[in-house]
């Protein structure tokens, strides 16, 4: 399975932008997927998470209300609705597709797909 992320930009704060993730290869809408981020300097860190089926996700306390995960397996694709955006949501934001267990869907040592990421940039 092969991940191409996209969406990233410059955005004020409070502004909104939308990720895109397009998955390609063999079974993968069957996948469980998730984002994560990676702040310079920081480990990186779990966003969101959604079920192969759509009926399940998870979001990490510190965006939940103003982010949201969804996806269209039609067309092979999961986004990242983000809201509200703070200087602190600064990263590099990558999807993630392959997660073996959804109990670990906050772990990224589970998912066994990632994409090259994309850079978000909020400005005060």
């Known amino acids: 399975v092969q991940l191409q992320a996209s969406g990233g930009g410059l955005v004020q704060a409070g502004g909104s932008l939308r990720l895109s993730c397009a998955a390609s290869?063999?079974?993968?809408?069957?996948?469980?997927m998730g984002w994560f981020r990676q702040a310079p300097g920081k480990e990186r860190k779990f966003v969101a998470g959604i079920t192969s089926n759509g009926e399940l996700s998870a979001y990490a306390g510190s965006i939940e209300g103003r982010f949201t995960i969804s996806r269209d397996n039609a067309k092979n694709t999961i986004y990242l609705q983000m809201n509200g955006l703070n200087p602190e949501d600064t990263a590099v934001y990558y999807c993630a597709g392959g997660l073996r267990l959804w109990r670990y869907v906050k772990y990224y040592s589970w998912y066994d797909y990632w994409g090259q990421g994309t850079l978000v940039t909020v400005s005060s």
């Open positions: 290869g063999r079974t993968s809408s069957s996948n469980d």
